[in-house]
């Protein structure tokens, strides 16, 4: 699986911007896609995650209320929305592709993720 992550760029902070992860075809009818960021200097962090057969989604903590994943199935696309956006959401975003069944505990887990996205810039300013 390729994916191919997009949409990154400068926002001042409470402001928005869309994430979008394209992916290749589909070789599994159950498996998810997840967003990833990594700022300089900190540990790679989970973000969101979506089921592709069932919507399910989840969250970290750190982005419930502000950011919101979704699907397009026939575009083969996952777009992580992120609105009010703060300074600390500055990193580079990563896409990744799981093609186990859903998992609230491997969810957030980057070592469940089988093939990644090559990553885009979000940085906000305050």
């Known amino acids: 699986v390729q994916l191919q992550a997009s949409g990154g760029g400068l926002a001042q902070a409470g402001g928005s911007l869309r994430l979008a992860c394209e992916h290749s075809r589909r070789m599994f009818s159950t498996y998810i896609i997840g967003w990833f960021r990594r700022a300089p200097g900190k540990e790679r962090e989970f973000v969101a995650a979506i089921s592709w057969n069932n919507g399910r989604t989840g969250y970290a903590d750190s982005v419930k209320g502000r950011f919101a994943i979704s699907r397009d199935n026939a575009k083969n696309t996952v777009y992580l929305q992120m609105n009010n956006l703060k300074p600390e959401d500055s990193a580079v975003y990563y896409c990744?592709?799981?093609?186990?069944?859903?998992?609230?505990?491997?969810?957030?887990?980057?070592?469940?993720?089988?093939?990644w996205g090559q990553g885009t810039q979000v940085t906000v300013s305050s």
């Open positions: 990744a592709y799981d093609h186990s069944a859903w998992s609230d505990e491997w969810i957030s887990q980057a070592t469940a993720y089988d093939a």
